[in-house]
Protein backbone atom coordinates (compact mmCIF):
# COMPACT_ATOMS: atom_id res chain seq x y z
CA UNK A 1 0.00 0.00 0.00
CA UNK A 2 2.38 2.71 0.65
CA UNK A 3 4.57 1.52 -2.67
CA UNK A 4 0.90 2.87 -4.53
CA UNK A 5 0.35 5.65 -2.52
CA UNK A 6 3.99 6.82 -3.52
CA UNK A 7 3.57 5.69 -6.84
CA UNK A 8 0.54 8.20 -6.96
CA UNK A 9 2.55 10.36 -5.74
CA UNK A 10 5.35 10.22 -8.33
CA UNK A 11 2.27 10.38 -10.85
CA UNK A 12 0.99 13.52 -9.78
CA UNK A 13 4.17 15.22 -9.96
CA UNK A 14 5.24 14.05 -13.19
CA UNK A 15 1.62 15.11 -14.46
CA UNK A 16 2.11 18.25 -12.89
CA UNK A 17 5.73 18.69 -14.40
CA UNK A 18 4.59 17.21 -17.67
CA UNK A 19 1.46 19.70 -17.79
CA UNK A 20 3.37 23.08 -17.17
CA UNK A 21 5.91 22.03 -20.37
CA UNK A 22 2.81 21.22 -22.35
CA UNK A 23 1.46 24.19 -21.79
CA UNK A 24 4.83 26.00 -22.31
CA UNK A 25 5.06 24.06 -26.04
CA UNK A 26 1.70 24.37 -26.92
CA UNK A 27 1.67 28.56 -26.02
CA UNK A 28 5.16 28.87 -28.00
CA UNK A 29 3.20 27.37 -30.91
CA UNK A 30 0.93 29.98 -30.81
CA UNK A 31 3.08 32.57 -30.75
CA UNK A 32 4.67 31.49 -33.23
CA UNK A 33 1.40 32.23 -35.42
CA UNK A 34 1.86 35.16 -37.92
CA UNK A 35 1.67 37.98 -36.02
CA UNK A 36 3.92 40.44 -34.26
CA UNK A 37 6.10 38.98 -31.29
CA UNK A 38 8.25 40.74 -28.70
CA UNK A 39 9.30 37.98 -26.62
CA UNK A 40 12.72 36.46 -27.65
CA UNK A 41 12.62 40.23 -29.83
CA UNK A 42 12.01 38.26 -32.82
CA UNK A 43 10.79 41.13 -35.08
CA UNK A 44 12.45 43.74 -36.87
CA UNK A 45 10.23 46.92 -36.24
CA UNK A 46 12.20 49.18 -38.39
CA UNK A 47 14.35 48.22 -41.55
CA UNK A 48 16.00 51.01 -43.68
CA UNK A 49 17.83 50.04 -46.79
CA UNK A 50 17.53 46.53 -46.59
CA UNK A 51 17.78 45.97 -50.36
CA UNK A 52 15.27 43.41 -51.98
CA UNK A 53 12.39 42.55 -49.83
CA UNK A 54 10.14 40.93 -51.99
CA UNK A 55 6.89 40.68 -50.73
CA UNK A 56 5.65 36.86 -52.16
CA UNK A 57 2.82 36.18 -54.23
CA UNK A 58 3.92 37.75 -57.52
CA UNK A 59 4.17 35.96 -60.43
CA UNK A 60 3.09 38.11 -63.41
CA UNK A 61 2.91 41.45 -62.81
CA UNK A 62 1.05 44.28 -64.80
CA UNK A 63 2.07 47.81 -65.17
CA UNK A 64 1.04 49.36 -61.64
CA UNK A 65 -0.01 52.43 -61.54
CA UNK A 66 -0.60 55.00 -58.86
CA UNK A 67 -3.83 54.78 -57.30
CA UNK A 68 -3.68 50.82 -57.78
CA UNK A 69 -5.18 49.41 -54.54
CA UNK A 70 -3.83 45.62 -53.72
CA UNK A 71 -4.76 42.72 -51.13
CA UNK A 72 -2.26 40.89 -49.31
CA UNK A 73 -2.91 37.78 -51.21
CA UNK A 74 -3.48 39.26 -54.51
CA UNK A 75 -1.79 37.77 -56.63
CA UNK A 76 -0.76 40.61 -59.03
CA UNK A 77 0.46 42.93 -56.14
CA UNK A 78 3.74 44.42 -57.15
CA UNK A 79 7.39 43.43 -55.94
CA UNK A 80 8.68 45.84 -53.51
CA UNK A 81 11.80 47.23 -52.02
CA UNK A 82 10.97 47.80 -47.97
CA UNK A 83 12.30 51.36 -47.36
CA UNK A 84 10.85 51.56 -43.67
CA UNK A 85 8.59 49.82 -40.83
CA UNK A 86 7.63 46.33 -41.08
CA UNK A 87 5.31 43.35 -42.53
CA UNK A 88 2.45 45.23 -41.28
CA UNK A 89 3.06 48.85 -42.02
CA UNK A 90 5.60 50.25 -43.93
CA UNK A 91 6.36 52.31 -47.35
CA UNK A 92 8.95 51.08 -50.31
CA UNK A 93 9.47 51.58 -53.63
CA UNK A 94 8.21 48.72 -56.82
CA UNK A 95 11.05 46.69 -57.94
CA UNK A 96 9.92 47.50 -61.34
CA UNK A 97 9.51 51.23 -61.06
CA UNK A 98 11.52 53.09 -58.09
CA UNK A 99 9.19 56.14 -59.33
CA UNK A 100 6.44 54.39 -57.35
CA UNK A 101 5.84 53.97 -54.21
CA UNK A 102 3.62 50.99 -52.47
CA UNK A 103 2.47 51.70 -48.99
CA UNK A 104 0.68 48.94 -46.75
CA UNK A 105 -1.30 49.02 -43.54
CA UNK A 106 -2.68 46.24 -41.14
CA UNK A 107 -6.01 46.10 -39.95
CA UNK A 108 -8.20 42.63 -38.84
CA UNK A 109 -9.29 42.44 -42.12
CA UNK A 110 -5.36 42.37 -43.21
CA UNK A 111 -2.96 43.83 -44.93
CA UNK A 112 -3.50 46.62 -47.32
CA UNK A 113 -1.17 48.08 -50.29
CA UNK A 114 -1.90 51.50 -52.24
CA UNK A 115 0.49 52.51 -55.08
CA UNK A 116 1.81 56.07 -55.17
CA UNK A 117 3.98 58.28 -56.88
CA UNK A 118 7.45 58.22 -54.97
CA UNK A 119 7.11 62.01 -54.00
CA UNK A 120 3.42 61.48 -52.39
CA UNK A 121 2.44 63.82 -49.97
CA UNK A 122 1.01 60.32 -48.48
CA UNK A 123 4.66 59.26 -47.02
CA UNK A 124 6.59 62.59 -46.65
CA UNK A 125 3.33 65.16 -45.68
CA UNK A 126 1.21 67.68 -47.15
CA UNK A 127 3.18 71.19 -47.70
CA UNK A 128 1.76 74.30 -46.39
CA UNK A 129 1.50 77.62 -48.64
CA UNK A 130 5.35 78.29 -48.47
CA UNK A 131 5.76 74.63 -49.72
CA UNK A 132 7.42 73.01 -46.07
CA UNK A 133 6.15 69.35 -45.03
CA UNK A 134 3.87 69.39 -42.14
CA UNK A 135 5.44 66.40 -40.80
CA UNK A 136 1.77 64.31 -41.04
CA UNK A 137 2.98 61.77 -43.53
CA UNK A 138 3.71 58.10 -43.29
CA UNK A 139 7.22 58.48 -43.14
CA UNK A 140 7.00 60.52 -39.98
CA UNK A 141 4.59 57.92 -38.62
CA UNK A 142 6.38 54.59 -39.30
CA UNK A 143 9.02 56.19 -37.67
CA UNK A 144 7.32 56.71 -34.29
CA UNK A 145 6.02 53.14 -34.14
CA UNK A 146 9.05 51.73 -34.77
CA UNK A 147 10.38 54.00 -31.98
CA UNK A 148 7.49 53.14 -29.67
CA UNK A 149 8.13 49.26 -30.60
CA UNK A 150 11.60 49.37 -29.55
CA UNK A 151 10.80 50.58 -26.09
CA UNK A 152 8.23 47.98 -25.75
CA UNK A 153 10.35 45.85 -26.57
CA UNK A 154 13.28 46.90 -24.49
CA UNK A 155 10.68 46.98 -21.80
CA UNK A 156 9.88 43.31 -21.80
CA UNK A 157 13.15 42.12 -22.20
CA UNK A 158 14.07 43.89 -18.82
CA UNK A 159 10.66 42.90 -17.33
CA UNK A 160 11.63 39.08 -18.31
CA UNK A 161 14.81 39.33 -17.39
CA UNK A 162 13.86 40.46 -13.65
CA UNK A 163 11.10 38.42 -13.73
CA UNK A 164 13.81 35.17 -13.74
CA UNK A 165 15.73 36.71 -11.23
CA UNK A 166 13.04 37.48 -9.20
CA UNK A 167 11.54 33.78 -9.14
CA UNK A 168 14.94 32.29 -8.85
CA UNK A 169 15.45 34.24 -5.62
CA UNK A 170 12.07 33.54 -4.48
CA UNK A 171 12.05 29.91 -4.84
CA UNK A 172 15.34 30.05 -2.75
CA UNK A 173 13.90 31.58 -0.17
CA UNK A 174 10.82 29.64 -0.41
CA UNK A 175 13.53 26.71 -0.42
CA UNK A 176 14.96 28.36 2.82
CA UNK A 177 11.92 28.76 4.40
CA UNK A 178 10.77 25.36 4.36
CA UNK A 179 14.07 24.35 5.34
CA UNK A 180 13.73 26.61 8.40
CA UNK A 181 10.69 24.96 9.28
CA UNK A 182 11.55 21.47 8.56
CA UNK A 183 14.21 22.49 11.61
CA UNK A 184 12.03 24.15 13.83
CA UNK A 185 9.54 20.85 13.76
CA UNK A 186 12.69 18.11 13.64
CA UNK A 187 14.08 20.24 16.69
CA UNK A 188 17.02 20.84 15.38
CA UNK A 189 20.04 23.62 16.14
CA UNK A 190 21.24 26.87 13.98
CA UNK A 191 17.61 27.02 12.60
CA UNK A 192 17.86 31.34 12.73
CA UNK A 193 20.54 31.35 10.54
CA UNK A 194 18.82 29.22 8.04
CA UNK A 195 15.67 31.75 8.33
CA UNK A 196 17.78 34.81 8.04
CA UNK A 197 19.56 33.39 4.76
CA UNK A 198 15.81 32.84 3.19
CA UNK A 199 15.37 36.12 4.02
CA UNK A 200 18.19 37.65 2.56
CA UNK A 201 16.97 35.99 -1.25
CA UNK A 202 13.51 36.83 -0.62
CA UNK A 203 13.16 40.63 0.19
CA UNK A 204 15.41 41.00 -3.23
CA UNK A 205 12.78 38.69 -5.22
CA UNK A 206 10.10 41.16 -3.89
CA UNK A 207 11.86 44.12 -4.62
CA UNK A 208 13.17 43.16 -8.49
CA UNK A 209 9.25 41.63 -8.76
CA UNK A 210 7.95 44.98 -8.12
CA UNK A 211 10.30 46.42 -10.84
CA UNK A 212 8.98 44.69 -13.45
CA UNK A 213 5.65 44.67 -12.78
CA UNK A 214 6.13 48.95 -13.14
CA UNK A 215 7.99 47.44 -16.52
CA UNK A 216 4.44 45.74 -17.02
CA UNK A 217 2.44 48.84 -16.56
CA UNK A 218 5.07 51.47 -18.69
CA UNK A 219 4.44 48.84 -21.63
CA UNK A 220 0.78 48.76 -21.24
CA UNK A 221 0.85 52.23 -21.89
CA UNK A 222 2.77 52.12 -24.76
CA UNK A 223 0.87 49.38 -26.00
CA UNK A 224 -1.51 51.95 -25.84
CA UNK A 225 0.40 54.69 -27.53
CA UNK A 226 1.04 52.26 -30.24
CA UNK A 227 -2.69 51.34 -30.61
CA UNK A 228 -3.64 55.08 -31.39
CA UNK A 229 -0.18 55.81 -33.87
CA UNK A 230 -1.74 52.49 -35.95
CA UNK A 231 -4.66 54.00 -35.88
CA UNK A 232 -3.40 57.40 -37.26
CA UNK A 233 -1.22 55.45 -39.90
CA UNK A 234 -4.70 53.94 -41.22
CA UNK A 235 -6.94 56.66 -41.09
CA UNK A 236 -3.28 58.26 -43.29
CA UNK A 237 -3.97 55.34 -45.70
CA UNK A 238 -7.35 55.93 -45.99
CA UNK A 239 -7.23 59.67 -46.79
CA UNK A 240 -4.64 58.01 -49.92
CA UNK A 241 -7.56 55.70 -50.83
CA UNK A 242 -10.44 58.49 -51.14
CA UNK A 243 -7.68 60.73 -53.09
CA UNK A 244 -7.77 57.84 -55.38
CA UNK A 245 -11.21 57.32 -55.47
CA UNK A 246 -10.34 53.93 -54.35
CA UNK A 247 -13.66 52.18 -52.40
CA UNK B 1 -3.84 -0.19 6.34
CA UNK B 2 -1.89 3.05 6.30
CA UNK B 3 -1.18 5.21 8.84
CA UNK B 4 -2.10 8.68 8.05
CA UNK B 5 0.56 11.49 7.97
CA UNK B 6 0.59 13.62 11.14
CA UNK B 7 -0.74 17.64 9.58
CA UNK B 8 2.50 18.42 10.36
CA UNK B 9 4.36 15.99 7.88
CA UNK B 10 1.30 16.71 4.99
CA UNK B 11 2.33 20.34 5.58
CA UNK B 12 5.85 19.97 4.59
CA UNK B 13 5.13 17.54 2.32
CA UNK B 14 2.67 20.26 1.11
CA UNK B 15 5.16 22.88 0.83
CA UNK B 16 7.56 20.96 -1.18
CA UNK B 17 5.63 20.70 -3.64
CA UNK B 18 5.15 24.38 -3.69
CA UNK B 19 8.15 24.66 -3.98
CA UNK B 20 8.52 22.28 -6.76
CA UNK B 21 5.94 23.85 -8.67
CA UNK B 22 7.44 27.20 -8.19
CA UNK B 23 10.73 26.35 -9.41
CA UNK B 24 9.23 24.36 -12.53
CA UNK B 25 7.59 27.31 -13.26
CA UNK B 26 10.58 29.49 -12.92
CA UNK B 27 12.38 27.02 -14.97
CA UNK B 28 10.15 27.18 -18.13
CA UNK B 29 9.40 30.80 -17.87
CA UNK B 30 13.77 30.83 -18.11
CA UNK B 31 12.99 28.73 -21.32
CA UNK B 32 10.41 30.90 -22.65
CA UNK B 33 12.71 33.54 -22.15
CA UNK B 34 16.18 32.44 -23.15
CA UNK B 35 17.91 32.62 -19.30
CA UNK B 36 19.90 29.36 -19.32
CA UNK B 37 21.20 29.84 -15.60
CA UNK B 38 17.54 30.23 -14.45
CA UNK B 39 16.47 26.94 -16.27
CA UNK B 40 19.38 24.49 -14.54
CA UNK B 41 18.64 26.29 -11.20
CA UNK B 42 14.85 25.47 -11.35
CA UNK B 43 14.96 22.49 -12.54
CA UNK B 44 17.70 20.81 -10.41
CA UNK B 45 15.65 22.46 -7.26
CA UNK B 46 11.87 21.35 -8.84
CA UNK B 47 13.20 17.97 -9.24
CA UNK B 48 14.77 18.08 -5.70
CA UNK B 49 11.75 19.33 -3.98
CA UNK B 50 9.74 16.80 -5.81
CA UNK B 51 11.92 13.83 -4.91
CA UNK B 52 11.75 14.95 -1.69
CA UNK B 53 8.24 15.24 -1.28
CA UNK B 54 7.27 11.62 -2.69
CA UNK B 55 10.06 10.01 -0.98
CA UNK B 56 9.21 11.99 2.06
CA UNK B 57 12.45 11.68 3.16
CA UNK B 58 13.48 14.86 4.95
CA UNK B 59 9.66 15.44 6.46
CA UNK B 60 10.55 12.12 8.43
CA UNK B 61 12.64 13.82 10.63
CA UNK B 62 10.20 15.97 11.84
CA UNK B 63 9.30 15.49 15.67
CA UNK B 64 5.51 15.21 16.08
CA UNK B 65 4.05 17.34 18.56
CA UNK B 66 6.93 19.79 18.34
CA UNK B 67 5.22 22.55 16.50
CA UNK B 68 2.93 24.36 18.48
CA UNK B 69 1.75 28.02 19.05
CA UNK B 70 4.03 30.50 17.49
CA UNK B 71 5.83 27.61 15.50
CA UNK B 72 2.57 27.18 13.76
CA UNK B 73 2.42 30.50 13.42
CA UNK B 74 5.86 31.02 11.68
CA UNK B 75 4.68 28.08 9.17
CA UNK B 76 2.13 30.00 8.39
CA UNK B 77 4.00 32.36 7.04
CA UNK B 78 5.48 30.37 4.47
CA UNK B 79 1.59 30.02 2.28
CA UNK B 80 1.46 33.75 2.69
CA UNK B 81 4.88 34.71 1.33
CA UNK B 82 3.56 32.47 -1.62
CA UNK B 83 -0.03 33.90 -2.10
CA UNK B 84 1.38 37.52 -1.42
CA UNK B 85 4.30 37.20 -4.12
CA UNK B 86 2.37 35.16 -6.82
CA UNK B 87 -0.79 37.61 -6.38
CA UNK B 88 1.06 40.37 -7.60
CA UNK B 89 1.72 37.72 -10.95
CA UNK B 90 -1.71 37.03 -11.08
CA UNK B 91 -2.13 39.29 -13.98
CA UNK B 92 -4.60 37.90 -17.35
CA UNK B 93 -3.42 40.77 -19.52
CA UNK B 94 0.10 39.80 -19.59
CA UNK B 95 -1.65 36.57 -21.46
CA UNK B 96 -1.24 38.43 -24.86
CA UNK B 97 1.00 41.16 -26.04
CA UNK B 98 0.15 43.68 -28.71
CA UNK B 99 -2.08 41.19 -29.86
CA UNK B 100 -0.70 37.74 -30.23
CA UNK B 101 -0.18 34.59 -27.18
CA UNK B 102 2.53 35.86 -24.89
CA UNK B 103 3.92 32.82 -23.94
CA UNK B 104 6.19 33.76 -20.62
CA UNK B 105 3.08 35.74 -19.23
CA UNK B 106 1.15 32.49 -19.84
CA UNK B 107 3.29 30.15 -18.18
CA UNK B 108 3.66 32.95 -14.83
CA UNK B 109 -0.15 33.07 -15.05
CA UNK B 110 -0.30 28.83 -14.79
CA UNK B 111 2.51 29.07 -12.05
CA UNK B 112 0.51 31.59 -9.84
CA UNK B 113 -2.72 30.24 -10.31
CA UNK B 114 -1.08 26.61 -8.91
CA UNK B 115 1.06 28.35 -6.42
CA UNK B 116 -1.99 29.90 -5.14
CA UNK B 117 -3.70 27.23 -5.45
CA UNK B 118 -1.18 25.10 -3.42
CA UNK B 119 -0.59 27.85 -0.59
CA UNK B 120 -4.24 27.51 -0.13
CA UNK B 121 -4.34 24.11 0.74
CA UNK B 122 -1.20 24.16 2.90
CA UNK B 123 -4.05 26.14 5.19
CA UNK B 124 -5.80 22.64 5.66
CA UNK B 125 -2.86 20.82 7.52
CA UNK B 126 -2.17 24.19 9.56
CA UNK B 127 -5.60 24.01 11.32
CA UNK B 128 -5.45 20.84 12.05
CA UNK B 129 -1.76 21.36 13.75
CA UNK B 130 -3.73 24.02 15.87
CA UNK B 131 -6.25 21.32 16.95
CA UNK B 132 -3.71 18.21 17.92
CA UNK B 133 -0.47 20.17 18.56
CA UNK B 134 -2.52 23.06 21.04
CA UNK B 135 -0.92 23.06 24.62
CA UNK B 136 -3.23 21.30 26.72
CA UNK B 137 -4.98 23.66 29.73
CA UNK B 138 -4.10 22.57 33.03
CA UNK B 139 -2.14 19.41 32.17
CA UNK B 140 0.87 18.70 34.70
Known amino acids: ?247 | MTKTPSPTRRFFTLALYLLGWLSLGTAAHALATSSPVSVVLGLVVSGVSFYLAVTGKVVARVREGTVTGGRILFLATIPVVVIVYEARNLDFSRVQLLGAVYVPGVIMLITAIGAILLSALMVLPLVAMLGTNAPRQGSS
Open chain 1, 1 to 247: MPDNRRKLQAGLAAVVAFSLFVCMVTGGASARAPGRQIGGFTFTPHVTDVGATPIPGVAVVPTPDSGQYFEEDDANRPEVLREAGDDWFGYGALASNPDLYAIWVTDETGTHYLIVESDSDLIWGDTDRQGERLGNGLDGLIQQRSSLLNQIAELVGLSESRDNTSGTLFQIGIGGLILAGICVAATLGGCGVVLGAAGAFLAPAFVIQGDARENDTQVEVLATQLHDLEQLIRNRFAVGLARTGTP
